[in-house]
């Protein structure tokens, strides 16, 4: 299976190096992660010496200057060569395979409205509101492990799904309040009409994802159940929950729809 490379260099750069395991922290307003040619002993890397560059879907070392795309980032940190590395981006986010036998040449994109575009930008903001907001939170707590171990979901389980959970309130509202404006952390459902961050009754968070990056944020209460026990922004959902599941499909494969978040 070949790849459109035009799709490849299109693939969030954020969102590889989350597939790679890279571990990521925030600077500033920037998102850094370790530059892959560091070594514990290195006397040369500051740790986080890697910064993106979502802007241009790139990434540089500021310590070796080491830089380039996600295509090269795959290589380098998965040591492979770019045809490999080019299948595993076009696996992990389910792009579109094309028989090189069949390719065709195409016209080149068409011209966009300042709708369109607007559009478009719009909703790449509201996805990169969602990626902070997950990496401001890190992993679950042990509180969020043993509510949901309880439930009877590993620790492994929500992992692969990204479900976390608030532990620290104010740090976080401010952390998003420093990053974007109101009017866009309410449409993405995060804070209230009053500028409120929403779930303090609501730790546990549920994010959407498709294709592999966060569309809508959910959240469900740890309580005792005086309170209802999900709390769904208004917005409206982009996709299903769990919707990239159906890409990795085969015939005949059996597909079970359910209720809800946690019975999924």
């Known amino acids: 299976m070949s790849y459109d490379l035009r799709d490849i260099e299109n693939v969030p750069i954020i969102g590889v190096a989350k597939k790679l395991g890279m571990k990521l922290g925030f600077r500033g307003e920037n998102i850094h992660a370790e530059c892959p040619f560091r070594s514990e002993s290195d006397a040369l890397h500051e740790p986080l010496s890697l910064v993106f560059d979502r802007a241009s879907n790139t990434f540089r070392c500021v310590s070796c200057n080491f830089r380039g795309s996600a295509l090269e980032l795959v290589c380098y940190v998965s040591q492979v060569g770019p045809s490999q590395a080019i299948e595993w981006i076009g696996e992990n986010f389910y792009l579109p395979g094309i028989s090189s036998a069949t390719r065709k040449a195409t016209p080149g994109p068409r011209g966009e409205t300042a709708e369109s575009a607007s559009g478009a ?60 404006p109101p009017e866009l952390l309410r449409r993405a459902g995060l804070v209230d009409a009053t500028g409120k961050l929403r779930f303090e009754e609501y730790p546990l968070i549920l994010p959407y994802f498709h294709d592999g990056e966060p569309t809508f944020i959910q959240a469900h209460s740890m309580g005792s159940g005086s309170t209802p026990p999900y709390l769904r922004p208004r917005d409206a959902v982009s996709s299903l929950y769990n919707v990239d599941v159906l890409r990795t499909l085969g015939d005949g494969d059996r597909v079970f729809l359910v209720e809800g978040i946690i019975d999924c």
Do not use: C, W
């Not at 509101?129 to 590993?154: H, N, T, V």
């Open 121 to 180: 930008a719009s909703e790449a903001t509201l996805r990169q509101a969602y990626d902070d907001f997950l990496l401001i939170l890190g992993g679950p707590s042990m509180q969020a492990i043993e509510y949901m171990e309880g439930r009877g979901i590993s620790v492994e389980t929500l992992k692969k799904h990204g479900v976390t959970d608030i532990k620290g309130y104010h740090g976080t509202s401010n952390s998003l309040k420093d990053k974007y």
